[in-house]
């Protein structure tokens, strides 16, 4: 489970990930190039790491010296290095399916400075969990629950990896992104309205075909107690990127977009398809390599509860 996932979770709420995103947080990595994959998901946890700091910064009020930061799928590290940052007293390790994704972790860490308190963890969630050394005083999973087919038992193997009074945060929910406005001028107005409808469907059925896949309401709040902790609160964290967006911004959309029509283009309809070929087309004015008018806005929504004392 190669971590929304993400940074496999690096962009979009649980529901509008990134269609590699998905694919890479499914149990099966057999199809997956983590060497094309890696780079691309570093550049997107990147991209939105003001997004992350301002949820960790949210994070260190309640918990100002974990001992043990555990990212429960965490990709190619992005995130577990901006824990190691934020909380400089603390020992991060960060886990996931992907050795390959672990090792650029590792690499991250190590050329940022965190090596000597940076640890790997390679194996599914949420078994190897149970090879911890220590029960961790945070533990985070961002987009990484919802690959699991069954949530409530998910969160309660994450609380039982708690030391008494640890935290549990999960980034789960949120907003789509837009990088567009509704009417861009070519196509069909509210290409993303539709697209974030295909994508629904395809997390219904994505969640529907995981093992032992259990229908779930999703209210956090209620999920979390009933996993035998204490639930804190929910935030939600913005990234507003305004147009004119910079070319590493540009680039993000055009491989969001590309990945888009490559995955659900069947779904779609002529004309979209079309209005996607324009946009992602180096040599098209109307595309977004060289449009105005691109943009990056998203919310990502942190649920947190505590392991009783």
């Known amino acids: 489970m190669a971590h929304e996932h993400g ?49 960790m910064a949210w994070l260190a009020k309640e918990r100002t010296d974990p001992g043990l930061i555990v990212d429960a799928g965490s990709g190619p590290g992005v995130v577990a290095c901006l824990f190691a940052e934020t909380f400089p007293g603390a020992r991060v390790v960060a886990v996931d399916g992907s050795g390959p994704l672990l090792e650029r972790a590792k690499a991250r860490a190590e050329r940022l400075g965190f090596g000597d308190r940076f640890g790997t963890l390679t194996g599914e969630l949420p078994d190897v969990l149970g090879e911890l050394e220590y029960p961790a005083d945070l533990l985070w999973a961002s987009r990484s629950l919802h690959h699991l087919g069954d949530q409530r038992a998910g969160l309660v193997a994450f609380a039982q990896r708690l030391a008494p009074g640890g935290t549990l945060a999960i980034m789960e929910g949120g907003l789509p992104s837009r990088f567009l406005p509704r009417d861009f001028g070519i196509g069909r107005p509210g290409l993303e309205a539709r697209i974030d409808a295909i994508e629904a469907e395809w997390f219904a059925q994505m969640r529907a075909d995981l093992p032992g896949a259990v229908t779930e309401t999703e209210d956090w709040s209620a999920l979390l107690t009933s996993a035998g902790l204490k639930y804190t609160g929910s935030r939600s964290f913005l990234l507003d990127l305004p147009a004119p967006a910079p070319d590493r911004v540009r680039a993000y959309v055009a491989t969001w977009l590309t990945r888009v029509r490559d995955v659900y283009g069947d779904a779609l309809g002529a004309e979209d398809r079309a209005t996607l070929d324009r946009l992602v087309d180096p040599r098209d004015p109307a595309g977004v390599h060289r449009r105005a008018d691109v943009f990056v806005l998203a919310a990502h929504t942190v649920h947190t509860a505590v392991r009783p004392v």
């Open 7 to 55: 940074e496999k979770h690096a962009h979009h709420d649980d529901q509008h990930a990134h269609p590699d995103e998905k694919r890479a947080h499914h149990h099966d990595h057999t199809d997956i190039d983590w060497a094309v994959m890696g780079p691309l998901l570093e550049t997107q946890a990147e991209l939105f790491a003001p997004l992350y700091e301002r949820a």
